[in-house]
């Protein structure tokens, strides 16, 4: 395979290279530079933190009971929230892929907004509307709901800051869709509710997929808004992020740890959802 | 070369020398949380009398900041709410030289909706009383918690004190000042913190009750030269003898310290 791809490389700068001259050979080398020094950018980082030599910490860390709790509750509270964004975050993706409306152009610029939120301004303002004395949280709290402190917190974080993924790739697929396919199913007597589960969702749900997997790995790195909005306790709205950063602050070794382990939860559950998403592309879901 | 690319970098390089030419000197002072007001006054003060000086302040946790120092950060100062970290810099070799800066001491701090349901401290064992409290490796957790002990010796609440207190607490901030705003902004009810933290512009939101002197802690605040480059840096020393001399310590005063003890 390495021949074939030198012998094509060659081939192809050499044809190129016979009509503008040396400079666009230049060119080629140049840009493989900038890639390999792109990855080893992003890759060096993660390797340097997974071949660090704490392996004594790993395994004291992850039988620690703050390392169990903090696992549980993310993992929990994540899949939680992706749940809540897929539902919520679809619907509003088809209707703003289907229907025109005044304002739309508001929605969308809201919907952007939290990815440019710095997370902690997002803490702020869902403590000024649901914290105790907040807005619509005073109403919670004279009747005995706590929000904050809770959980509930947490997920309502994860929730708003990963939102704005999940529509952004749901649209683009709605989009994507001719609308004849829907009016074809529907003057076929189809219902609306068996064209979206039969026609729409098998053809898109790769793109659906996708930002269900980037919405739920931005829940699960959510640290910003937690701890502002929910707190840091641990069993209750110690995430694994907050949890890294308590130990951050007391020792190293374990916040690496932590951090190892945080990321090997994260690769296998993306690697697991990729590979049913091969499997299900390649049995062909569309009926 | 062509004339654009040198136009390129000679800006380049201009302008990040130029970064360097505005002040000739640089003191690099990481404190904890709870000295921010009177340590940035005591950096404008300093700075007015020698005005080549620029003097960058970090504040955090003195747990964070240790980290920090011993992961390499470029600090001259600092500046601790506990000897303890102090010392475990000094143990790996990373303080030059140090003394104690000035002591503070510990009171309830409660939020004003709260505060007809605590008024004194046997009320934070109450049931659904709200408490916040730093992490547990800030050096204000470890004042409160040898607070609690000492109520329990006492007999608070026959001796249950602490862990009622432990029941009630509902999170663990990073450093005094975000325990500080949460109970102001009311999401607590109360935190056994610092007398200093409630700032002037916190007064109006956090009412204060005072400890018995028999339970009370005394923090004694630590302050050194960081390392190689914080002893060959003479500003550095001119602004740890400024912090320690009747000036600097007017500002802890004024914020609600103790002067650090006389021997």
Redesign the interface.
């Given at each position: 395979m390495c021949a074939q791809a030198t012998a094509s490389w060659q081939a192809g700068s050499a044809t190129v290279q016979s009509r503008r001259g040396l400079g666009v050979r230049v060119w080629f080398r140049w840009t493989h530079l900038v890639s390999l020094s792109t990855v080893l950018f992003l890759g060096l980082p993660i390797l340097c933190l997974v071949l660090c030599p704490t392996q004594h910490h790993l395994l004291q860390a992850i039988g620690d009971q703050v390392t169990k709790e903090a696992l549980v509750l993310s993992v929990f509270t994540s899949t939680i929230s992706t749940l809540i964004v897929v539902f919520f975050g679809g619907v509003l993706a088809y209707v703003l892929a289907r229907h025109a409306f005044p304002g739309r152009v508001l929605v969308d610029t809201l919907i952007d907004l939290p990815i440019v939120m710095p997370p902690m301004v997002t803490g702020l303002a869902l403590?000024m509307l649901l914290?105790?004395?907040g807005v619509v949280g005073s109403w919670f709290s004279e009747h005995g709901i706590a929000i904050?402190?809770t959980s509930i917190a947490v997920i309502i974080a994860q929730v708003f800051v990963a939102l704005p993924f999940f529509v952004r790739a749901a649209r683009a697929g709605f989009e994507s869709i001719n609308p004849r396919l829907e009016q074809a199913s529907l003057l076929l007597g189809a219902s609306p509710r068996q064209t979206f589960f039969r026609v729409i969702v098998p053809t898109v749900w790769p793109p659906l997929l996708a930002g269900a997997i980037l919405a739920w790995a931005r829940c699960l790195g959510e640290f910003g808004a937690t701890?502002v909005f929910a707190?840091?306790?641990?069993g209750?709205?110690q995430t694994m992020p907050l949890a890294i950063?308590?130990a951050?602050?007391?020792n190293?070794d374990v916040a690496i740890a932590l951090s190892i382990l945080l990321l090997a939860t994260s690769f296998v559950l993306v690697a697991f959802l990729k590979i049913v998403s091969k499997k299900c592309g390649a049995v062909g879901v569309a009926p | 070369m062509r004339a654009g690319n040198i136009l390129t970098i000679a800006v380049a390089v201009i302008s990040l020398s130029a970064t360097r030419l505005c002040y000739a000197e640089a003191v690099v002072v990481s404190a904890a949380s709870s000295l921010k007001e009177p340590i940035t006054k005591i950096a404008k003060a300093f700075e007015q009398e020698n005005p080549s000086v620029k003097v960058s302040l970090n504040f955090s946790?003195s747990?964070?900041l240790a980290?920090q120092i011993?992961?390499g950060a470029p600090v001259d100062v600092f500046a601790s709410a506990d000897t303890q970290n102090v010392e475990r810099l000094a143990v790996l070799g990373l303080v030059r030289k140090g003394a104690v800066l000035a002591r503070n001491r510990m009171a309830v701090l409660v939020s004003n909706?709260a505060s007809s349901r605590v008024r004194k401290l046997e009320d934070l064992g109450e049931q659904g009383i709200?408490i916040?409290l730093p992490?547990?490796?800030?050096p204000a957790a470890q004042y409160a918690e040898q607070v609690l002990e000492r109520a329990d010796a006492m007999g608070l609440a026959a001796g249950q004190f602490s862990a009622r207190v432990r029941a009630n607490?509902?999170?663990?901030?990073?450093d005094v000042r975000m325990v500080a705003m949460?109970v102001a902004?009311?999401?607590g009810d109360a935190s056994i913190s610092y007398v200093t933290d409630v700032t002037p512009d916190l007064k109006p939101k956090i009412k204060e009750i005072a400890l018995p002197d028999s339970m009370n802690v005394t923090a004694n605040y630590a302050i050194a030269i960081v390392g190689k480059k914080g002893a060959e840096n003479a500003f550095a020393q001119k602004f740890f003898d400024y912090a320690l001399s009747v000036a600097g310590q007017k500002f802890l005063a004024q914020a609600g310290f103790l002067p650090a003890a006389t021997k």
């Open positions: 403590l914290g105790r004395h904050t402190f701890l707190g840091n306790f641990q209750m709205t950063f308590s951050l602050q007391d190293i | 946790s747990a964070q980290t011993e992961q909706q709200r916040i992490s547990r490796n800030v607490t509902v999170s663990r901030e990073p949460k902004l009311g999401e």
